[in-house]
């Protein structure tokens, strides 16, 4: 069996990551008075929406490119690009929340570090087709 701690621990932050952000939904929901299954409402309300719905989106891009990476070129280089995913994800967060304007450099190291793993991954798997 293959051990891939890194990949392993990023992706269980990411988890946590999700989580954090769906809690703060439904924090926003009472605060705001937001009914479900309403998703919009309050300013604050959306943006707290808006920062859940893009980091399950930028997630579904990480995960498979980052295991694909880590299973066919190593843990150590998914599992720091995954870290920068965080990272970024975090800042994209809590700058989006204060301010919506100033969310881009957040955006850009997550989105680097997926498409590192991806051209990496693809790479890698081309390589083994090819032979």
């Keep these: 069996m293959t051990s891939l701690p890194l990949t392993s621990l990023v ?17 926003a929901r009472g605060k705001y008075k937001i009914k479900a299954p309403a998703t919009f409402g309050h ?14 989106e930028s997630a579904i891009l990480l995960l498979p490119s ?3 990476y880590a ?3 190593g843990d150590l280089g998914a599992g720091i690009a995954g870290a920068i995913w965080i990272i970024g994800r975090i800042w994209y967060a809590l700058a989006y ?5 100033k969310r881009g450099a ?3 190291i997550s989105f680097l570090a997926i498409a590192g793993m991806w051209v990496g991954a693809l790479w890698a798997v081309t390589k083994l087709l090819i032979g």
């Design 11 to 27: 992706t269980l932050l990411a988890v946590a990551l999700m989580f954090w952000t769906a809690i703060n939904v439904g924090k």
């Design 43 to 56: 300013e604050m309300f959306d943006r707290a929406y808006r920062i859940q719905m893009n980091t399950l």
């Design 66 to 68: 980052m295991w694909i």
């Design 71 to 73: 299973s066919l070129i």
């Design 97 to 101: 929340q204060h301010n919506p304007a």
């Design 106 to 108: 957040g955006f850009s």
